[in-house]
């Protein structure tokens, strides 16, 4: 009976079997926290309030396909800014900076050259979901608003 008792105890935890690896915050290096949004797992930086979204989540964060294309065509690369270029935290090659549809003022995203995913500052997903007015019911905005006020 002890035998068996001890064998049980070897099981590795629980979350190792979870699929998805945390990945560590571009701009503080602090490990993120997957955080659920309207059912997509995304990552959350607690310290800075940024989030990252692996490639494919905004287009389930987005329920409109046809607004949804028509916001990821409009992605540019910025091949002059200034601003410093974030290391993708999945395989740390430098980012590059997206502009954002043609709004002023200018929204720039980090993506990720292998199309790993895009990384936003804090309040810039809600910036660009309230741009591109995808989420008509406001649900994910409820939601960012949520987290970032507590
Ligand atoms: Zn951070
Ligand atoms: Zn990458």
Not at 79 to 106: A, D, F, N
Not at 115 to 125: C, T, Y
Request: with cysteine.
């Amino acid at each position: 009976m002890t035998q068996r008792r001890s064998e049980y105890n070897m099981l590795p935890p629980f979350h190792f079997f979870h699929w998805r690896v945390p990945v560590d915050c571009p701009v503080c290096k602090n490990a993120m926290i997957a955080l659920e949004l309207a059912e997509v797992e995304v990552d959350y930086c607690t310290a800075c309030g940024g989030i990252w979204l692996d490639a494919g989540e905004l287009e389930f964060l987005l329920a409109d396909a046809e607004q949804t294309k028509e916001l990821l065509d409009s992605f540019k690369i910025d091949s002059h800014c200034t601003e410093k270029r974030r290391k993708c935290p999945i395989c740390l090659k430098r980012m590059q900076k997206i502009i954002v549809g043609p709004s002023r003022p200018v929204l720039l995203l980090d993506k990720c050259p292998r199309g790993d995913g895009l990384w936003f500052d804090k309040d810039e997903l809600q910036d660009i979901l309230n741009r591109a007015k995808l989420d008509k019911d406001n649900k994910i905005q409820k939601l960012l608003a949520d987290i970032f006020s507590g």
